[in-house]
């Protein structure tokens, strides 16, 4: 089955092929494509020059929340400019396409209780067969260190043994989404989780050669399907699961890894507060230890002040949309 199938299938093909000489990923750009590619198919046109209206139908047309329109028409802009360089278009007739406006993302959030019960619950789930013991323990130790030091999923996976230093109780984490490298303290509890599960790790395996601090099959780190799959199964175990919802221009966002990130900087600052602290005077702080390289990236995760926060706007937000 071929990928593309309009008219435009062979120059679509040529452009990712030249996008691939260049080192791009062939994802999101193959997949943005294909949604075209099946559009331009659908409306069984035949070959001709596309004008800026057809984009605007293209745009209202799309059945995708404002952000994913908003990304296609992003990576068909590129490929009419390459269309453009080839001398196949005179002009580009996406360029002043305008953007649908954004929906509000408001991310799930913990309180620090239903963290602390997570993980609780992740710990005693971890099965004692020879098995399943020591995978289980790995996925456990990696998520409990992405809930009380704020990483990213991939921070934990990619990390090295020689990244932590039990002395130091500290971590390095090495050129991540901002290509940036931190030294980040670790709390003493997550400190020494690590180092139990480190001196298990010595204890039951005998091939000591791999290099991944969480330890996969092989020469290879842990996978993160393995995390996301204990995870969800904990939170709807624990009755915290609940689906994404898109009311008008707000979409309130399903608990993932990820909100564990968002939940960490949302209780810190909120523990700083409570200090009788300045949030303010803290968040650069809390930016450089989370790895991001302006601190208005970390004002993005502080739309709520805390989970109850967060529920009672989308519970008002459920009834306001009954009301209509």
Known sequence: MKPFDSFLAPEIEKYLRYRQSLGFAPHPATSHLKTFDRYLARRKLEPTLLPPLFFLELRADLPL????????????????????????????????????????????????????????????????????????????????????????????????????????????????????????????????????YLAVRKSILEDQNNPFLFRGAGQKGASDEGIRRIFRKTVKAIGLDQPRQVIGHTNFSAPTVHSLRHTFAVNTLKKVQLRGKSPQNALPVLATYMGHCEYKYTVRYLKMIDAQKRNQFLDFSVQQKGKR
């Open 65 to 196: 929340e404002s952000r994913s329109v908003n990304s296609v028409l992003s990576t068909v802009r590129g490929f009419f400019r390459y269309l453009v360089r080839q001398g196949v278009y005179g002009i580009n007739p996406v360029e002043d396409i305008p953007r649908l406006p954004k929906n509000e993302i408001i991310p799930f959030l913990f309180s620090d209780d239903q963290v602390d019960l997570l993980l609780k619950t992740i710990l005693k789930g971890i099965r004692r067969r020879q098995r399943y013991f020591f995978k289980d323990l790995t996925d456990y130790t990696a998520i409990l260190l992405i809930a009380r030091c704020g990483m990213r999923i991939s921070e934990p996976l990619k990390m090295k043994l020689h990244h932590y230093r039990p002395r130091e109780k500290t971590l390095y984490i090495e050129k991540t989404k901002f290509k940036k490298d931190r030294l980040i303290p670790v709390p003493l509890s997550a400190a020494a989780a690590l180092e139990n």
